[in-house]
């Protein structure tokens, strides 16, 4: 079993829709949560990261773990095209980033 | 230059080929790492330098070789790879190795192995 599992997509959604990425992890030795974001030839780069169950938002973006059903969540409102990149959550464990397979996303206008 | 660099962008080499992937980081970190990241699988963690030391190494082939010279440069030595080798190599660099840090990704060096 993965340790992060993360649908691969793609997902196509029309600007201005609400957009729900999901992972469920194993390793209940995770401490930090974390989604990045990765454009077409670019590295990944941090978007949100989270401690302890619950949301946390930024924006138009709010990230959401539930500890008990080892679920991770990132939400996206209003999306915009230049929302459109792969969504690659992870977690951590003594300072190890393990990631999933990451999301591609694509906003249509 | 900001940031994470890395050179080349894009490789190309044979299976009997040296070359040498370079990455520096301008932010003053402590802690550097090399990823691969292939076509529909999770980045792969391959070494971690800490303070110039390297502290993980994930069970990597041998033809793959890091040197980290100091804690602003990290290298990854190629010899006699192998066509499945073919990935994105990302570097990454962060203030420590607390659960806590924020990694910075470099933008990638695209490889081929033919």
């Known amino acids: 079993q993965k340790e992060v599992e993360q649908d691969p997509g793609p997902l196509s959604v029309p600007e201005g829709a609400i957009v729900s990425l999901n992972c469920t992890y194993s390793?209940?030795?995770?401490?930090?949560f974390m989604w990045y974001r990765q454009y077409s030839r670019k590295g990944p780069e941090l978007l949100m990261y989270t401690y302890s169950s619950g949301n946390k938002e930024d924006g138009r973006f709010t990230a959401q773990v539930d500890k008990s059903s080892k679920y991770i969540s990132l939400f996206i409102r209003d999306s915009q095209p230049s929302d459109s990149a792969t969504y690659l959550c992870s977690g951590t464990s003594y300072g190890k980033l393990t990631f999933g397979q990451g999301t591609i996303l694509t906003v249509h206008p | 230059e900001t940031g994470v660099t890395q050179t080349p962008r894009h490789l190309v080499m044979g299976m009997t080929n040296k070359k040498s992937l370079k990455c520096e980081q301008h932010?003053?970190?402590?802690?550097m790492y090399w990823y691969k990241q292939s076509a529909k699988k999770p980045l792969e963690l391959m070494f971690v330098y800490s303070l110039e030391e390297r502290v993980e190494n994930n069970s990597v082939p041998s033809r793959f070789s890091p040197e980290c010279p100091n804690s602003s440069h990290l290298f990854l030595h190629l010899h006699t790879l192998q066509p499945e080798d073919s990935a994105l190599y990302l570097c990454a660099s962060s203030p420590g190795r607390g659960a806590s840090e924020t990694q910075y990704f470099g933008p990638g060096t695209r490889l081929l192995v033919l």
């Open positions: 390793n209940s030795a995770f401490q930090y």
């Open positions: 932010l003053g970190h402590n802690a």
